[in-house]
């Protein structure tokens, strides 16, 4: 990479505007419901008929048998528009010579940056959040597709070109999202996150960051790319050099994200990016443990029978997603997948009361010298905060020397004045299935994997009796 492109950080330009105040949505939707619907829709198999029975535009580019011409440019874009139209209601124009995206595809990252927000924080789903969206094209999807599915969330969006980002802010516009998504031009050798230099009193409280990068390192890879292999069904929308080749391809891009993200650490929760190559994110996983980041997600997009897409996200945070969504289930991705997050330390056969769990936690957890333990009698669900392992012998040990000094000190919150640290935040879950009920226990907070699954361990003795 060159000098240039490794300027520091100090040298940014990023011309902007401040975000108004963000309006309290109205009236209030319903979080767990609307997630529900955006999540399913693309479960299933287009139905061409149906899409152009609900919208005329789509009717028109719609061959006679029922089939979408995907080689015809105005048609794959149409189905585009008419999804955009019909399930986010949103506008969108394009020009001829940037990258059509495909809806589902890029639904799916959004769908994923929701969960990842969501399940690292304590707070309920549905938080507000501003996301950055590096390198947003023409289109502008993700930040329109991200503020119609959370009316709570914002975006700055950027882009290095000037016809990209005209038709992005047109999309802004057209869409009337001028107060929650603002567009930012950049050039090739600012940073990739302006939350440094010059008018950098202009980007603020970016929660997550998002990136599509160019999977290709030259044009000529691009190209052998193409014609050794079947072209994918939305390739009819040609996109322009700038938006598919950089030197290096995406390691390099998001490489240089993850440099950016050293110096900055904690301004930002989640710094994540879509990958096109399997290989590319075994490379960066590697990359992120060589920094010694050990918070990291990495998941999977399957969209139909040819389209696969991986994402991957770090934080510096000490706040942890759920299992589901850092960790890819199949074993082929055992290797490079972060530490488990969730373990089951009990199962009970259908229909046997829960009663006898619920109490055995509580009791459990009352007896144990944690910096807080809060119980949802509704949610079957309790959340705990630790500083140390209180459960262990050695813990125990030291208890009865200080009880005997007459040195002892309790680790309750309430017995200093002074800010104490959780080293280990955790919830146990009683999750009633059809065929058997499950007591997990999620990590939720820290960075002691072998705190965690000691803790795991030490409940799981506890609660093998009822079993």
Known sequence: MSSKKRKALDDLEQPGRVFPPLPAPSPPIDVAASDAHFRHLYDRELDFKQLAEKDVDFAAVLQENGNLDFTEPKAVMQLTKTLLSLDFNLKLELPDDRLCPPVPNRHNYILWLKELIDTSSYEPPGRPACGLDIGTGASCIYPLLGTAQRPSWRFFATDIDAKSLQYARRNVMLNQLEGRITVLDRKPEDPLIPLRGRESEK??????????????????????????KARPPHSACTGAPVEMVCEGGEVAHISRMLE???VLKEEVQWYTSMLGKATSVELLVDKLKATGIDN????????????????????????????????????????????????????????????????????????MELLSWNWDTEARTGTGKTTENVWSRAWRRKKMREQATGSSVSTSAASTSSPIRCRLGFNIAVEVGVSATMVTVHWREGHDAIMFESLAGFLQGKMKDLG
Request: a neutral charge; proline letters at 7%; hydrophobic letters at 40%.
């Open 296 to 367: 990291y997600a990495i998941t999977e997009f399957i969209q139909g029978n040819k389209t696969r897409r991986w994402a991957l996200g770090w934080s510096f945070w000490p706040l942890r997603p759920a299992e589901h969504v850092a960790r890819i289930k199949s074993s082929g991705w055992k290797k490079v997948s972060p530490p488990v997050l969730s373990i089951k330390i009990l199962t009970l056969p259908s229909g046997k009361s829960v009663d006898h769990a619920v109490t055995r936690i509580n009791e459990v957890m009352g007896s």
């Open 260 to 262: 950016e993200s050293l």
């Open 203 to 228: 980007v603020s409280g970016i929660d997550f960051t998002m990136m599509n990068p160019p999977f290709y390192e030259s044009e000529d890879e691009m190209l052998c790319s193409a014609q050794g």
